[in-house]
């Protein structure tokens, strides 16, 4: 995983904009962060329930560790981008995006 597809996985969510905070990326939707890149993008974070980081890490140690203190026993999630596989970090980002999003943006669409 790269930087790059981190960035544009995540912003290929319904709504999802790139801003920043503390001098690196974040997306946001809804005005709340949903995942970040760290300062030198070379890891990710994203917003997941306690339970949902338990599984990732145990999916893919490697790759998942929880944030340091209180974030981390929260629920915010790193992402070690070199270690991590596509496919499992789409789905922590779309996780971590339903975790997220207003309400009304989760509702099916009636066709």
């Known amino acids: 995983m790269t930087a790059k597809k981190f960035r544009r996985l995540a912003l290929g969510f319904p709504e999802a904009l790139e801003a920043s905070h503390m001098g690196h990326p974040d997306f946001r939707v809804g005005g709340k962060i949903f995942a970040t890149l760290g300062p030198e993008e070379e890891w990710g974070m994203v917003k997941l329930t306690a339970a949902q980081q338990t599984a990732f890490i145990r999916d893919d140690p490697d ?3 929880p944030a340091k203190g209180a974030w981390g ?4 999630t790193i992402v070690r981008l070199e270690e991590a ?3 499992l970090v ?5 996780t971590a995006w339903r975790n997220t999003a207003p309400k009304r943006l989760l509702r099916p669409v009636d066709d």
């Open 85 to 87: 596989d596509d496919t």
């Open 73 to 76: 026993r929260g629920g915010a």
């Open 90 to 94: 789409q789905r922590a980002l779309m």
């Open 63 to 65: 790759a998942f560790h």
